[in-house]
């Protein structure tokens, strides 16, 4: 059961624009979300994060958006960097278990 | 580094063999999981440990998958008599566990290719 779903599985942007990185889930018990960047051959690196009392949060050039009656977050990446190229992937859980779920993931890739 | 350790980084077996992977949580971590990716997939939650304590497990662990985690400390995962369809990139993650914000870190992975 996919609770967690990153429809697109790629995204080119040009450096110095912004990118527009999307998920949506299912669950409405999930109340954490994050985001995680994953280079070749490492594994998944904690980018970003958003509770559900929020509906915005921000670090430096990386913003998560969180719309609750969508089920719907976004994270923008503004201005995008060819160091940004990843394979991004969206996490969600609930605080009443520890089963996070996760996005099957979009490949980033900023051209310069 | 004091980041998610795990060893081995790769590991090739026969069918049928067992391998056994370990996971070095970040020190002052409560909490370590095991997941499993596969190619074009985002990973899937096998486990996880309350400090030693195993307090889930995902119906995809089968009974030929176990994992240990003896002193609250490190962590392995043994899987026992392998099948190709184990073939896939094992990653450990660790957190401090406060809720309801539980930001888990993850290691490097182990891939295991199973012939």
């Known amino acids: 059961d996919q609770q967690v779903k990153q429809n697109s599985p790629s995204l080119s942007v040009q450096e110095g624009r912004i990118s527009i990185l999307n998920c949506d889930y299912t669950n409405s018990m999930f109340d954490y979300f994050l985001w995680y960047k994953k280079y070749p051959a490492e594994g998944p690196t904690f980018l970003i994060s958003?509770?559900?009392?929020?509906d915005k949060n921000e670090d430096g050039r990386f913003t998560v958006f969180l719309n609750k009656s969508a089920k719907h977050l976004s994270l923008h990446i503004v201005p995008s960097q060819p160091g940004d190229s990843a394979v991004y992937f969206c996490?969600?859980?609930?605080?009443?278990?520890?089963?996070?779920?996760f996005g099957a993931g979009t490949r980033l890739t900023v051209k310069p | 580094d004091t980041g998610v350790s795990q060893d081995p980084r790769h590991k090739i077996t026969k069918r049928g063999q067992n391998v056994t992977f370990r996971c070095d949580p970040i020190?002052?971590?409560?909490?370590l999981y095991w997941y499993r990716q596969t190619l074009g997939q985002g990973p899937e939650f096998l486990t996880y440990f309350q400090n030693e304590a195993q307090l889930e497990k995902s119906r995809l662990l089968s009974d030929r998958f176990s994992a240990e985690r003896p002193k609250g400390s490190f962590s392995t995962l043994e899987i026992q008599r392998t099948e190709q369809g184990d073939s896939a990139m094992y990653l450990c993650?660790?957190?401090?566990?406060?809720?309801?914000?539980?930001?888990?870190?993850f290691g490097p992975g182990t891939r295991l290719t199973v012939l």
């Open positions: 993650a660790s957190s401090l566990a406060v809720l309801p914000t539980d930001t888990q870190y």
């Open positions: 996490a969600a859980s609930s605080s009443n278990n520890n089963d996070m779920r």
């Open positions: 020190s002052e971590h409560n909490r």
């Open positions: 958003i509770s559900s009392i929020k």
